[in-house]
């Protein structure tokens, strides 16, 4: 049951970072208010592959000690920290794609 909740909590913080991707400045205050103050993509971004990471060294450490063979873990438990982190890590990708596709679009434009 847990996991289920933190597969959720996962999707509601993938939805949040979406959203504050997608997010527009409404007024030229906002716009300044962003250049200041608020995070630039690079970081976004940032945080979002270190979460990949972190997601992964998480299930490769559980991986890890349920394979010297301490009880306190389960399988299930491993295999759903495996999944969450190959899930996260092919979101990344996608969003990986989508970049180069949008970078090799604007270079193909004419000036």
């Known amino acids: 049951m847990s996991q289920g909740v933190q597969f959720n909590r996962l999707m509601l913080e993938m ?6 991707a997608m997010a527009k400045p409404s007024a030229p205050a906002d716009a300044a208010k962003l250049q200041e103050g ?17 997601t992964q060294q998480a299930a ?34 996608q969003v990986r794609n989508k970049l180069v596709a949008a970078y090799e679009d604007i270079m193909k434009m004419p000036i």
């Open 60 to 93: 490769s450490q559980m991986a890890t000690v349920f394979e010297m063979g301490d009880k306190s873990i389960d399988l299930t438990e491993v295999m759903v920290a495996s999944q969450k982190a190959s899930v996260s890590f092919q979101a990344m990708t």
């Open 38 to 54: 608020g995070p630039s993509f690079s970081d976004m971004l940032s945080q979002a592959v270190n979460k990949v990471n972190d």
């Open 15 to 20: 939805r949040a970072m979406q959203m504050d």
